[in-house]
């Protein structure tokens, strides 16, 4: 995770896919009762299932419908049995560790 400033109040929260994936398989349950959060130093990024997030107000714009489409097209991992968005049998955790 990095995190720029501008000098404005602005501030960008940059993560790798690796981050986001974290946070996704933590909303995901695992593992089981995590706390949902990243932090570095000064930063915390926490995640929260979207039925919690938008409680109270609408989800917003629309999403672009080739993203939308990708996020429908959630798979399970044929190794560790998280679910995951893309192709092929295994999720890119288990790609990276070469468990395919």
Do not use: W
């Amino acid at each position: 995770m990095r995190v720029e400033f501008d000098g404005s109040h602005v501030h960008t929260v940059v993560l790798s896919r690796r981050n986001l994936l974290s946070l996704l398989a933590k909303l995901d349950g695992h593992p089981p009762d995590s706390a949902c959060t990243i932090y570095n130093q000064d930063i915390v990024v926490v995640a929260e299932p979207d039925e919690v997030h938008y409680a109270d107000r609408d989800a917003g714009g629309r999403m672009h419908p080739k993203t939308e489409s990708a996020i429908s097209e959630q798979h399970t991992c044929a190794r560790c049995h998280y679910p995951y968005l893309g192709s092929g049998d295994l999720c890119s955790v288990c790609r990276a560790q070469g468990l395919d």
